[in-house]
């Protein structure tokens, strides 16, 4: 269909762009890497950010049942009491048990361990408890108290995955100048190519938006072609590694593959190329034609 599109040009004759649709299939197959590994980060990003880094885990040194119950009381009374603070919930003995059992195994269960007593608590969106003020006075209940503020050592993790997420964006922004760069040198490359025959059309008083769109249309089909195959090969790659990431479940590694929503932005990526192709092509010769005598 896109061969047999009537064109004033012989750009079928025109080996100066036939490599185009690979160039942009390569890029194209780039930016949307690029492009995945952004939104895989930013969910993990997110989900550290709303979900653990809003919680607190206080941790009760075990003794005698009796005590550990009633200092656990008076400390939930005191957690739940303190601003910022949503709730204050005890784990149960058989969720520290699978908390402990990657270390320890089946041993985690034995009920002669000394584990301690773990209490989470959740904080309300942007509270910023001091954990230090908060575990002495927690230690006037229960001595030896302990608080592990997953923001404060979750907060680096965050800044990190935020960088390597600009990072991403950054060159999938570099990958679209290079395209623009590529289809400017293929665009004025093919002017050159047929400039008597542009000459001519020019004379015969062929407005400028007319020879223009000659070159848009054969930029528009070389990005299509370019871009599907491009697309096509990223959606293979990333479904390839989703399949094979599809049971890991270590913890704070985010999940590898991608969900609909996440598809349907990497599907802006070759959409992107044939319009910045189209336009491109357009604005550089229209400049070459305003300064043709």
């Known amino acids: 269909m896109w061969g047999r599109t009537r064109t004033d040009l012989p750009f079928d004759q ?9 160039i942009v299939a390569l890029m194209v197959l780039l930016a949307a890497l690029a492009a995945a590994a952004a939104l895989i980060v930013q969910r993990a990003a997110d989900t550290w950010d709303n979900g653990l880094s809003g ?36 784990l149960a003995a058989a969720a520290v048990a699978a908390l402990l059992e990657p270390w320890l195994g089946d041993a985690a269960g034995d009920t002669d361990l000394p584990v301690p007593l773990l209490i989470d608590v959740e904080l309300t969106p942007g509270a ?13 209940v229960a001595s030896g108290v302990a608080i592990d503020d997953h923001r404060v050592w979750l907060s680096g993790l965050i800044d990190l995955a935020r960088i390597v997420e600009l990072a991403a964006l950054l060159v999938v922004v570099l990958i679209g100048f290079s395209a623009v760069a590529t289809v400017i040198f293929a665009t004025r490359s093919g002017f050159a190519v047929h400039y008597d025959i542009i000459e001519l059309l020019h004379f015969m008083g062929a407005r400028d938006s007319y020879v223009a769109a000659q070159f ?51 599907a802006i990526v070759p959409i992107s190329a044939v319009v910045i192709a189209m336009g491109t092509a357009r604005l550089t010769v229209l400049r070459a034609l305003a300064r043709m005598p």
């Open 14 to 22: 025109d080996q100066s762009t036939r490599f185009l649709p690979w």
């Open 55 to 90: 919680r607190m885990t206080v941790q009760i040194p075990a003794e005698d049942s009796d005590v550990a119950a009633a200092q656990s009381a008076a400390i939930l009374t005191m957690l739940r009491a303190t601003p910022g603070v949503i709730s204050a919930e005890p």
């Open 128 to 140: 910023r408890l001091d954990s230090t003020t908060l575990a002495t006075r927690l230690s006037e």
């Open 216 to 266: 848009q249309g054969q930029a528009m089909r070389q990005g299509l072609r370019g871009g599907l195959l491009g697309a096509i090969t990223a959606a293979a790659l990333l479904a390839l590694i989703g399949f094979f990431a599809r049971d890991i479940q270590a913890a704070f590694i985010p999940p590898l593959n991608l969900d609909p929503r996440q598809w349907g932005i990497l």
